[in-house]
């Protein structure tokens, strides 16, 4: 079993969050990297597209705008050769997202894909006023019903990153965005935290390793580096 578990995972991109997951993230789930804005999620969501351009084809779709090309060679100064395996998806509105999503399905049976990255996923579903909130909560479900059905069929690692938000009567308190439907959907959750300069890792959720592993780090210009536990005081957060 220990040997079917580390054939499961492959190379993250980083020795750090290979760390925090005992060797890399897993093929047939979906990955969820959360935090406030500054945090390193974009960062991290290109450290593992050249990760995966490196062993093969990528889908990377992007919501945000923020696959930098310059920041991804400072990570990989070869990174122009990795670009015809990095297949780039930008969405603008939340049925550009809807239709990328449903669109994998055909994609994945063009050609063998190493890992899916969504970039976020929740930013333009942020961006609905609906008059009825659960019509939209009801097309993210489906939406990552499709990812989730991706990988368990096709043994494709899937990464998407997500926002969080501040609760009204707790404002000291962060919460995920769509914090139910990404906790279930999810096999595994990473929360990223900043404080002062110094990042923060913490493994929320996973299917065979214990709940609040954590790595602290910094920001490099080759990816991440890791450091000591800092004795700065950490804020208090709620997953939903």
């Given at each position: 079993?220990?040997?079917?578990?580390?054939?499961?995972?492959?190379?993250?991109?980083?020795?750090?969050?290979?760390?925090?997951?005992?060797?890399?993230?897993?093929?047939?789930?979906?990955?969820?990297?959360?935090?406030?804005?500054?945090?390193?999620?974009?960062?991290?969501?290109?450290?593992?597209?050249?990760?995966?351009?490196?062993?093969?084809?990528?889908?990377?779709?992007?919501?945000?705008?923020?696959?930098?090309?310059?920041?991804?060679?400072?990570?990989?100064?070869?990174?122009?050769?990795?670009?015809?395996?990095?297949?780039?998806?930008?969405?603008?509105?939340?049925?550009?997202?809807?239709?990328?999503?449903?669109?994998?399905?055909?994609?994945?049976?063009?050609?063998?894909?190493?890992?899916?990255?969504?970039?976020?996923?929740?930013?333009?579903?942020?961006?609905?006023?609906?008059?009825?909130?659960?019509?939209?909560?009801?097309?993210?479900?489906?939406?990552?019903?499709?990812?989730?059905?991706?990988a368990r069929k096709n043994n494709i690692p899937i990464?998407?990153?997500?926002?969080?938000?501040?609760?009204f009567d707790k404002r000291d308190e962060i919460r995920?965005?769509?914090?139910?439907?990404?906790?279930?959907?999810?096999?595994?959750?990473?929360?990223?935290?900043?404080?002062n300069s110094f990042r923060k890792a913490e493994l929320?959720?996973?299917?065979?390793?214990?709940?609040?592993?954590?790595?602290?780090?910094?920001?490099?210009?080759?990816?991440?580096?890791?450091?000591?536990?800092?004795?700065?005081?950490?804020?208090?957060?709620?997953?939903?």
């Amino acid at each position: 079993m220990e040997e079917k578990n580390k054939m499961a995972r492959v190379d993250f991109g980083s020795t750090v969050i290979n760390k925090l997951l005992e060797g890399g993230i897993e093929r047939d789930v979906i990955t969820t990297v959360f935090g406030a804005a500054g945090t390193g999620k974009s960062n991290l969501a290109i450290i593992a597209t050249i990760a995966g351009a490196k062993r093969g084809k990528v889908i990377f779709i992007d919501t945000e705008s923020d696959f930098s090309i310059e920041r991804a060679k400072q990570i990989e100064p070869e990174i122009n050769n990795l670009m015809n395996n990095i297949h780039i998806m930008r969405s603008f509105e939340f049925e550009e997202q809807q239709k990328a999503i449903r669109d994998l399905r055909e994609l994945i049976q063009k050609e063998k894909i190493e890992l899916i990255v969504i970039d976020s996923l929740t930013m333009l579903y942020r961006l609905e006023r609906p008059e009825d909130p659960k019509e939209i909560n009801l097309e993210l479900t489906k939406q990552l019903s499709i990812l989730s059905s991706i990988a368990r069929k096709n043994n494709i690692p899937i990464l998407v990153t997500n926002q969080v938000y501040s609760s009204f009567d707790k404002r000291d308190e962060i919460r995920m965005v769509g914090g139910e439907i990404l906790a279930y959907w999810s096999k595994c959750l990473i929360r990223l935290e900043k404080v002062n300069s110094f990042r923060k890792a913490e493994l929320m959720k996973h299917r065979s390793l214990p709940e609040g592993r954590t790595v602290w780090f910094e920001i490099v210009n080759e990816g991440l580096k890791e450091i000591e536990e800092p004795k700065d005081k950490e804020k208090r957060f709620s997953l939903f």
